[in-house]
């Protein structure tokens, strides 16, 4: 019944897809240290749009040099960021292709402030949002999609201490990631819901942001200990026989602060913390590394991080990461780690494919269902 183009057709036959390189940039924020607001205590600094230097701690005189898709400086502002980095692939969506983007780097170097922002200067999140509703809504009336519905609907979780939390239904405390025939990543029972508006999105969003923080003052800053991952999937769907559907996924990810806990001295619960952390992070590099080898056995499965990443790195997805980094020396070794870091990523090759299932009549009405949901009850 399910016609679709599969990973496994693609590594098989001639590769018509265009490939898509994960995009890479790196944003520096502004200097906040006051004592140390002199460019002689600055150890990073930008050179044009795509590169930047950082002194050489072997020698002090020399500089290294990176490059990167994009580099904004710290005086780039958030509309830049999305524009030049974000907003470019999420027409993809609407093609059932899937999409993420995620933020990188030490913790205070600015990931939340690029994923999410605050009113005044809204970030990724509420941009691609609002977009996405736009989009689909201009795509609705056109004369082609006569036919066709579009659906947006969001799923907000956390990923601390190796467990998928549900941020939208906080009882769901330890949920499973699986993979479906069509080696689709999925999360059986995670809330799913609807978003017709943007009105709709501020209602499920801003709770569950603050589920997360109330969470972090408890727990010791658990927000730099844990992974957010924001998915937002757009549905294309067929009204008329076949009932064709095409899902596109964006996840938007504000991952845990990468810096190294060895060394920031973290006891008791928050080493053991630190070490989940680390392990996905660790895992996340390997994985990167692997892609960037072509090797064959790439370890997505050893962290729950890389395993809900695995559908949009290195596979079919769109993908762009912003590595945040700060100016000021004491984060000079975590900015170096997060550069080095970025400067693997750069060089994964991603193959974009379309999802498309074809839905008989019989199964059509399912489809009101959230798809997870339905998925969900027809396994096994
Ligand atoms: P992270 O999420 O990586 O720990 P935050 O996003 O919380 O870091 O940023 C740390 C602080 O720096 C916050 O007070 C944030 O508002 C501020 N900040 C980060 N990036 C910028 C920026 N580009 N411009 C202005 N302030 C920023
Ligand atoms: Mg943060």
């Not at 040099?65 to 027409?91: H, K, M």
């Not at 609407?94 to 999409?99: R, S, T, V």
């Not at 969001?154 to 239904?169: A, C, R």
């Not at 060895?262 to 913390?273: D, S, V």
């Amino acid at each position: 019944m399910a016609k679709r183009v599969s990973m496994m057709d693609q590594h098989l036959g001639p590769r018509k897809a265009t490939p898509a390189r994960v995009r890479v940039a790196v944003r520096l924020r502004p200097c906040m240290d006051h004592e140390d607001d002199k460019t002689q205590k600055l150890c990073v600094r930008g050179l044009d749009s795509q590169t930047l230097e950082i002194v050489n701690w072997r020698n002090q005189l020399e500089t290294m040099q990176y490059q990167f898709d994009s580099f904004y400086g710290d005086n780039a502002s958030q509309r830049e960021v999305y524009t030049g980095s974000v907003c470019p692939i999420l027409p993809n969506l609407l093609i059932g292709q899937n999409a993420s983007v995620f933020a990188y780097g030490p913790t205070g170097a600015g990931k939340t402030h690029t994923m999410l922002g605050n009113p005044n200067q809204p970030g990724v999140i509420p941009r691609a949002v609002r977009d996405l509703l736009q989009i689909t809504r201009t795509a609705a009336s056109a004369p082609e999609n006569v036919n066709w519905s579009f659906t947006i609907t969001m799923s907000y979780v956390e990923i601390y201490q190796e467990k998928v939390m549900d941020l939208l239904d906080p009882k769901n405390k330890d949920l499973p990631i699986r993979e479906d025939k069509d080696h689709n990543i999925l999360i059986p029972g995670v809330t799913q819901k609807t978003v017709n508006s943007f009105g709709d999105f501020d209602e499920h969003f801003i709770p569950a942001s603050q589920n997360r923080t109330v969470a972090s003052t408890k727990l010791n800053d658990r927000s730099s200990r844990s992974h957010a991952v924001l998915l937002i999937k757009v549905l294309k769907s067929q009204q008329i026989s076949p009932f064709r559907q095409l899902t596109g996924k964006l996840y938007l990810i504000d991952l845990a602060g990468s810096e190294d806990n060895r060394r920031t001295g973290n006891q008791g619960i928050r080493l053991k913390e630190s070490g989940a952390i680390n392990s996905s992070l660790f895992t996340l590099s390997k994985v990167v590394d692997a892609l960037n080898q072509g090797l064959p056995r790439i370890p997505y499965r050893d962290s729950k991080l890389t395993r809900l990443l695995q559908d949009s790195l290195g596979g079919s997805a769109h993908s762009v990461m912003i590595t945040n980094i700060a100016p000021e020396h004491r984060y000079y070794f975590d900015t170096l780690t997060a550069l080095n870091f970025a400067a693997k990523s750069k060089q994964i090759i991603n193959k974009p494919f379309s999802q498309e299932t074809t839905q008989s009549a019989a199964a059509h009405p399912a489809m009101k269902r959230p798809r997870e949901e339905a998925e969900a009850a027809a396994a096994p």
